[in-house]
């Protein structure tokens, strides 16, 4: 089956620096998702993504952070100037066009800010 | 936000029916119940989803109650690979962009 893959697997950074963590969606899939998951946390909704634009964003989602989909197949999340409580697993997501398509998740991408 | 409540934590001796529940009162006419559950260092997987009828598939099967306001994701035998936190999801049918987890249950099989 088809899956969703992020690099890299774990990131180290310094507060203060800026990271990209990376992922590429299913290819026939048109929405794309950031999610968040603090250490022993719920899952917790960043931000969704469909035809180069966002269609939808939490409050966590704020100035810090921007998403893109550079080229045909990667979509990415940066974050500026990473903050401590910035340190969670990120998981991207994808699906098919379609309001009721099942979200496909990535493996994660555990990021620590030191 | 998430409109579901569900039970912290819930055991199961392997080979044995799970049966987990999820309370959505506030659901409305074009909310679908999802489940997805997610795997010790894995990323969420989708399980099954419903709006009234009852639906089975190869990994589990969903009740819905007549008023829509409860439902129950059935694993007719229980394995350790079924280990997971099993999160109960509304999803507007009709926009079909929101999609909030909530605290979800942690489901531990005994052998």
């Known amino acids: 089956e088809p899956e969703v893959t992020q690099t890299p697997s774990h990131q180290v950074t310094q507060m203060g620096q800026e990271v990209i963590l990376r992922c590429v969606p299913i290819?026939?899939?048109?929405?794309f998702y950031w999610y968040r998951q603090i250490l022993g946390q719920k899952v917790e909704f960043l931000v969704s993504f469909y035809n180069n634009e966002i269609s939808e964003k939490s409050e966590i989602f704020d100035d810090q952070f921007s998403v893109e989909r550079p080229d045909g197949s990667n979509f990415t999340l940066k974050i500026r100037s990473t903050k401590l409580e910035d340190s969670a697993m990120y998981f991207c997501a994808s699906r098919r066009t379609g309001a009721l398509e099942k979200l496909f998740f990535g493996s994660g991408t555990q990021l620590s800010v030191l | 936000d998430a409109k579901t409540t569900q039970p912290n934590s819930m055991e199961s001796n392997e080979e044995e029916p799970v049966h987990l529940p999820c309370n959505h009162s506030?659901?409305?006419?074009?909310?679908?119940i999802h489940w997805y559950r997610q795997l010790p260092s894995q990323g969420p997987e989708y399980v099954i989803h419903g709006l009234t009828s009852n639906v089975n598939n190869r990994m589990a099967s969903l009740a819905i109650a007549e008023d829509r306001k409860s439902s129950t994701l059935i694993l007719h035998r229980a394995t350790l690979r079924d280990a997971a936190v099993y999160y109960c999801?509304?999803?507007?049918?009709?926009?079909?962009?929101?999609?909030?987890f909530g605290t979800g249950t942690s489901l531990t099989v005994i052998p």
């Open positions: 999801i509304l999803r507007d049918g009709s926009t079909g962009n929101q999609f909030y």
């Open positions: 290819s026939n899939h048109l929405y």
């Open positions: 506030t659901i409305s006419g074009t909310d679908y």
